[in-house]
């Protein structure tokens, strides 16, 4: 079955403890995104990777990472959680370029940092 | 830079039409629209390039107005498959960066 997986789903964990949430797809997407959503605010690009090796910054990348080193992964790493990082987060992916292409939404994680 | 729905809420009954804007500050690229349901994933309804171009498929269907920067969704005969929140995404530029307006809630009643 066609999808982007996130792990893990739901994470509760404390302030300035390292983590990491997992995305793939096994579509043979070149473009994959990270995307944090809140109430009243909607859903805001945190990081995008067009294809392996090339990433850039969204519009709320402070106290993220990503790495894109194979096509099929794209973790979200937060190196020091704050209480602000609380959120519900999505992974997405799209064959091409986000203007020709469908983009598919992972489940999401739900992170909330004490 | 966010770009501005309105109305921010709608209540329909079934088979009521209704039309979802989608207005920026600056000229867009493109313009994506989602829907979400409640407790699930955004789902991807369609995209639009700058261009003047409709789409659209069964009862839904947007346009893009290049000059006014502004985009519109257009539900009608609405179902209660139809409720949800939906989104509007912009590009400014060809490049991947996609920046969402803060959404409109539809919902439909019997």
């Known amino acids: 079955e066609a999808q982007v997986t996130q792990n893990p789903r739901y994470l509760i964990t404390v302030t300035g403890k390292k983590l990491t949430v997992t995305c793939s797809q096994n579509m043979n997407h070149e473009y994959m995104s990270w995307y944090r959503q809140d109430p009243g605010l909607g859903l805001r690009q945190i990081y995008y990777s067009m294809n392996v090796e090339v990433t850039d910054k969204g519009d709320v990348p402070e106290g993220y990472k990503v790495s894109r080193k194979e096509k099929r992964n794209f973790p979200l790493i937060l190196e020091s959680p704050s209480p602000n990082q609380t959120s519900l987060y999505f992974c997405?992916?799209?064959?091409?370029?986000?203007?020709?292409?469908?983009?598919?939404f992972g489940p999401g994680t739900r992170l909330t940092v004490l | 830079q966010q770009p501005v729905q309105s109305p921010q809420a709608v209540i329909l009954r079934e088979g009521e039409d209704a039309v979802i804007n989608c207005s920026s500050s600056k000229a867009l690229y493109s313009v994506h629209w989602y829907r979400q349901k409640h407790g699930e994933a955004p789902v991807f309804l369609m995209i639009?390039?700058?261009?003047?171009e409709q789409k659209g498929h069964e009862k839904i269907s947007a346009s893009f107005n290049e000059k006014k920067q502004q985009s519109s969704l257009y539900l009608t005969a609405s179902q209660l498959s139809y409720s949800g929140t939906y989104f509007c995404?912009?590009?400014?530029?060809?490049?991947?960066?996609?920046?969402f307006g803060q959404g409109t809630e539809l919902s439909v009643k019997p």
């Open positions: 639009l390039l700058k261009g003047g």
């Open positions: 995404g912009t590009e400014y530029n060809q490049g991947g960066k996609l920046i």
């Open positions: 997405a992916s799209s064959l091409g370029g986000l203007d020709t292409d469908t983009q598919y």
